[in-house]
């Protein structure tokens, strides 16, 4: 069974602090990795990660895989008071059918404040 | 900028009735699914959809659940005999491509807040 396991649960930092927000996964015919950020309702695409070792990066945010060791990090430099919401990594994996899923881990609760 | 979007967005109904959530998937995309999430929890895979057929679907969707594309642009779950624990933020997401080194992640739509009583 495909398992994604994220911490810390949940961070409370100042505002321009910089966070690393951590995830390691256990999944079938692996594909990618993904991060969302969740503030009300859906989750919204920040990156995704197919190969080992190469930093995706949007502004503040970067994030980085490492396939050998199952595991993947989140970094937030700088942060804002609008960073607030949970974030959640995701594994995309193919056990049948041609369509992938993708395995949640329950998320890490950021909350940034003045 | 193309998203997906889902009618309504808050439902209520009795223990036992039938509910279809719908979706507009992107119109581009070939792939569609649903997920939910219970109150607290993680975010969990339903059902994967490809070529008029399910292509995946998890232990969740079991017999009370069907999907349908009913014509080229709804994709709706519908739950046939609702039970207290169903309670839960459906989303629905589409993806150009089955995802992988293609570089194409699954999009979502905003969800639909299911409450059974």
């Known amino acids: 069974e495909d398992k994604v396991v994220q911490s810390p649960l949940s961070l409370v930092v100042h505002e321009g602090d910089t966070v690393t927000l951590n995830c390691s996964y256990e999944?079938?015919?692996?594909?990618?990795l993904l991060w969302y950020k969740q503030e009300k309702k859906a989750p919204t695409f920040l990156f995704m990660l197919?190969?080992?070792?190469i930093e995706k990066k949007s502004g503040r945010l970067s994030s980085i895989l490492d396939k050998k060791e199952l595991f993947s990090i989140l970094n937030i430099t700088a942060t804002q008071t609008g960073d607030s919401a949970v974030y959640l990594c995701?594994?995309?994996?193919?056990?049948?059918?041609?369509?992938?899923?993708?395995?949640f881990g329950t998320g890490t609760r950021l909350q940034v404040t003045l | 900028e193309p998203e997906v979007t889902q009618t309504p967005s808050h439902q209520v109904t009795q223990m036992g009735q039938e509910v279809i959530l719908r979706c507009v998937p992107i119109s581009n995309h070939l792939y569609f699914y649903w997920y939910r999430q219970i109150l607290g929890q993680k975010v969990e895979f339903l059902v994967s959809?490809?070529?008029?057929?399910?292509?995946?679907k998890s232990e969740i969707f079991d017999d009370q659940f069907s999907v349908e594309r009913p014509d080229g642009s709804n994709f709706t779950l519908k739950i046939r005999s609702t039970k207290l624990e169903d309670s839960a933020m459906y989303f629905c997401?589409?993806?150009?491509?089955?995802?992988?080194?293609?570089?194409?992640?699954?999009?979502f739509g905003p969800g639909t807040r299911l409450l059974v009583l």
């Open positions: 197919t190969s080992s070792g």
């Open positions: 999944v079938t015919n692996f594909r990618s």
């Open positions: 995701a594994v995309e994996g193919v056990s049948s059918g041609t369509a992938s899923k993708l395995t």
């Open positions: 959809f490809y070529n008029n057929e399910i292509s995946e």
């Open positions: 997401a589409s993806s150009l491509t089955s995802g992988g080194a293609n570089q194409e992640t699954q999009y």
